[in-house]
């Protein structure tokens, strides 16, 4: 190789440097050294971040992008290494969250032969096919001088459009074999693309006639809102026409939970006062969200949504989300910061805005009356003071006692229904959490990518005991990297989503959902506590609700690495006034109000 050249791996990480990519998070192997070596020379530049499970590394690179806007990369070894990271890219795909994994593979001087950790029954080194479904595009440069087309496409792929993670898997000697005299310049490739398209100007005009003209409007808000940069905008629209406006689950925080005009969560376990202003209005601008079941009552007319008669205007980045699963008056592709913007400016061209807005007035009273009706329906449970905690109280204790500038990452399962209900966040990245792909060990893990984004503020994971367990390696990650932040374990000694499914679909028919001794029967786990201290970490244990907001002002004051371990009562599950269908299983029954017909 001569002198000048760059070999693979070296090309990749000065791709890296030059994208300002500060931290890489990963897991050695054999299959990849060759790229760890290339990281061991720019150590100044990037910092390398070593954890003890590959779905770690990429559950932390989508939390860092959620919380600090900046892709990041992960490395995995050949085999089984990266094998573990599908899930992480499929959690991170179904989220729109980009981030590069680059992942080692055999030689391809032994393509097809069968090598230690080859995947190669089907097709040689191939685990592109491994991933295919799992993210937004997998490169495998096969010589050194692919390599530099293959970083700079993966790149562009991964943050134009709808964003989403993509895989550069390169084979064991393209790491050092010689690549390029020079790296692509992200400034040429990159930096100078935009992709904030506007919608057709003709239906900006028509979204606005049909605003203006509704009496009953509602926003519903996801995370475009708040990955695209667009909350600003959506508070200047809202105030503007005095619209309420509610979320999906995705897009909590899109909004601040305490503003008038703030309506609330949509869901299945979504208050009354939103799902019912939804299910009822007459136009409903929805902006960059998703239709999933859990968002729309397993799309049942008449509890999130009843479209039609509502006149469903919806706003997407990816047209392949508008019209999925329901019918629109007005389906428009677009940015949605600058669709906003778009409106906004049509808007001011109007007369009478002012009237307009006040028109809603009684729109708005009715909807009070909605949110008056549900508060006192949910009162006891701010107060209940039994012990195991009962959960509504344990939420509302979590959240009054997290500062504002707080970053609460939530994991999969029922605490995770719990605290979208019940927390009151005030910022885009208050409260984070899966809701595509849904895989167990996303906040543990992932509160390690908000403590690396975000140093300088709080960082929360409320986790359950199913989960925590199952990702317990990040104790380790947190004390070797000094990482304060907090687990608290929502520990009810059971997968209790999935048994409350069973109690609540199939009779009570337990099985293989609860942790028991065997000798006594009695609830087990391990001491979730003693094991963080067994790590040098601080670990306490809770079991008065009146104690748990003290423990967690003290855990975040403490700024090291912290366990809470928080007994909490499996038995209830969060009612709201949406439902979910189990299809063959039948449906839910709202806890609160009933199901809308229209006349
Ligand atoms: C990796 C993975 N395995 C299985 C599931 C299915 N699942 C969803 S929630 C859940 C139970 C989680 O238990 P725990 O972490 O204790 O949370 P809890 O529901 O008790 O709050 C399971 C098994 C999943 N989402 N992800
Ligand atoms: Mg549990």
Redesign the pocket.
């Known amino acids: 190789m001569s002198k000048n050249m760059l070999d693979g791996g070296q090309v990749i990480v000065d791709y890296l440097v030059r994208e300002k990519v500060p931290y890489v998070f990963g897991l050695c192997g054999h299959g990849n050294i060759g790229f760890i070596d290339a990281l061991y020379e720019r150590s100044d530049d990037i910092k390398t971040i070593s954890v003890h499970h590959e779905t770690v590394a990429g559950f932390m690179a989508d939390v860092y992008y959620r919380v600090g806007g900046k892709p990041t990369a992960t490395f995995t070894s050949c085999g089984p290494g990266s094998a573990n990271l599908p ?1 992480a890219l499929a959690n991170s795909y179904l989220d729109s969250v980009p981030f590069l994994a680059v992942t080692g593979n055999v030689p391809t001087s032994q393509f097809n032969r069968g090598a230690f950790q080859e995947l190669y029954r089907h097709y040689q080194a191939d685990f592109p096919s491994t991933v295919r479904a799992c993210c937004k595009r997998v490169f495998q440069p096969t010589r050194g001088d692919m390599v530099p087309l293959a970083i700079r496409q993966a790149w562009k792929t991964m943050v134009t459009g709808r964003p989403g993670p993509v895989v550069l898997d390169v084979p064991f000697d393209i790491f050092k074999e010689a690549a390029a005299e020079e790296t692509p310049k992200p400034e040429e490739w990159n930096a100078n693309i935009s992709c904030r398209a506007g919608a057709d100007p003709e239906g900006v005009t028509k979204a606005v006639d049909m605003l203006l003209a509704a009496e009953r409007p509602v926003i519903l808000v996801g995370q475009g809102v708040k990955y695209g940069g667009a909350a600003a905008d959506l508070l200047r629209l809202a105030e503007r026409l005095r619209i309420p406006v509610a979320w999906s689950a995705s897009g909590t925080g899109a909004i601040d939970s305490h503003h008038p005009l703030a309506l609330g969560l949509i869901a299945r376990n979504g208050p009354y006062q939103a799902n019912h202003a939804a299910r009822t209005a007459d136009v409903l601008l929805a902006l960059g969200v998703r239709f999933d079941d859990r968002t729309s009552s397993s799309w049942l007319p008449g509890y999130s949504f009843t479209i039609p008669p509502t006149k469903l205007i919806h706003v997407d980045i990816d047209p392949d989300e508008i019209a999925r699963n329901y019918p629109v008056a007005l389906g428009l592709m677009a940015d949605v910061r600058t669709f906003l913007r778009q409106l906004l400016a049509e808007l001011e061209t109007r007369k009478n805005l002012s009237d307009v807005a006040a028109s809603h007035a009684k729109w708005l009273a009715t909807i009070d009356g909605y949110r008056k009706e549900w508060n006192a329906f949910i009162a006891p449970g701010f107060v209940d003071d039994s012990t195991p905690i009962h959960p509504q109280r344990a939420a509302h204790e979590i959240d009054k006692a997290l500062p504002e500038d707080a970053i609460l990452v939530s ?6 229904n719990w605290l979208i209900q019940f927390c009151n966040p005030r910022r885009p990245d208050s409260l984070i959490g899966s809701m595509g792909f ?4 996303f906040g543990v893990a992932g509160v390690l990518g908000a403590a690396f984004a975000a140093p300088e503020r709080p960082c929360v994971s409320v ?6 367990f ?1 990702h317990a390696s990040v104790l380790g990650t947190a004390v070797e990297y000094n990482l304060p932040v907090v687990w608290v374990v ?1 520990n ?1 000694f ?5 048994r409350g499914l069973q109690r609540g679909y199939l009779g009570g028919r337990e099985l293989a959902t609860d942790f028991r001794h065997p000798d006594t029967g009695a609830p087990y786990n391990p001491d979730f506590a003693a094991m963080a201290r067994s790590a040098g970490i601080d670990g306490v244990n809770v079991d008065r609700a009146g104690d748990l907001g003290d423990a967690l002002r003290a855990a975040i004051k403490a700024k090291r690495p912290y366990l809470i371990n928080a007994n909490i009562s ?1 038995d209830k599950n969060p009612g709201g006034s949406g439902v979910w269908e189990l299809p063959g299983l039948g449906q839910s029954q709202p806890a609160f109000g009933g199901r809308y017909q229209p006349h």
């Open positions: 899930i994991d999969i399962g029922v605490h995770h849904g895989p167990m060990g986790c359950g005991d199913g989960a925590f199952m929502w009810n059971a997968y209790a989503s999935i499996a």
